[in-house]
């Protein structure tokens, strides 16, 4: 048995990394695993201060509401101006019938009453004509003032839909089962020492990695070699490994490469 004691560190093949969401500005943690906590998938292990996004929700949903009764109004309104419409419509219509019966009353009146008559006649017939374009522009305005109306409760619903989900965001839960790992907060940090890990009350930026969820089911070791014990080792050659912090244990391993 060939023995080597080397200096390297000791990762995870494969990680999880849970970050700030984006476009979020900076979030104040109200909530964070402890480092080293074993968590379950699901659970919640950052919680960051939703305050000002619940604040938006509720702005938006009384938008919302303010835009759904102005809907309400319209249709209301477009309603009774279609009854006030109609009426007028067929008033319109009665006085033509009206005044076609005085005008074929024919030699039955004077010439002057049968001109009046016919001039009754065309007032009546300009009346409907106007009630029709009345009808039709009362129509076109209902109908652009509608639609206003729902683009802007589309666009509350739309805003208030967003709030939620960067609510709902604003709570990373752990996709998988592992064990905490807290990384550092690089703005805390100085010039002199190592930066501090993240810790509750702390403030982070978008996009900002918070903690990973390592799997160590499988390790990859990064150690350095002296040029002298290269050619004790080779790729594919087996091991087994003994860690000074993890003693009594042996661990199965694997040289992948050196390079």
Not at 141 to 158: C, G, I, P
Not at 164 to 179: H, M, S
Not at 229 to 249: F, H, M, T
Request: aromatic share 2%.
């Amino acid at each position: 048995v060939d023995t080597l004691e080397l200096r390297g560190e000791i990762r995870p093949l494969r990680s999880v990394v849970l970050s700030s969401p984006m476009q979020s500005g900076e979030l104040q943690i109200l909530k964070l695993a402890t480092n080293g906590t074993r968590v379950k998938a699901g659970e919640v292990v950052v919680q960051f201060d939703g305050t000002t996004l619940q604040r938006t929700i509720e702005e938006k949903q009384s938008e919302l509401k303010q835009a759904n009764a102005e809907i309400e109004q319209a249709n209301a309104q477009a309603r009774i101006t279609n009854e006030q419409n109609a009426t007028a419509l067929m008033k319109a219509k009665y006085d033509i019938e009206r005044a076609k019966l005085d005008v074929n009353r024919g030699d039955t009146v004077s010439r002057i009453e049968n001109e009046q008559a016919k001039l009754a006649l065309g007032d009546a017939e300009q009346r409907l004509k106007e009630v029709e374009v009345r009808m039709r522009s009362d129509r076109t305005s209902a109908e652009a003032d509608l639609s206003s109306k729902v683009r802007k409760r589309e666009k509350a619903l739309f805003d208030l839909k967003r709030a939620e989900d960067g609510l709902e965001k604003l709570q990373l839960k752990a996709p998988t089962d592992g064990v905490v790992n807290v990384l550092p907060n690089y703005r805390s940090g100085n010039m002199m020492g190592a930066a501090p890990e993240f810790r509750q009350g702390d403030r982070a930026w978008a996009g900002a990695a918070i903690l990973e969820l390592p799997d160590l089911s499988s390790v990859h070791l990064l150690a350095r070699l002296d040029e002298s014990d290269r050619s004790r080792l080779k790729a594919g050659q087996a091991a087994d490994v003994r860690i000074e912090a993890v003693p009594g244990n042996d661990f199965k391993a694997r040289i992948d490469s050196i390079s």
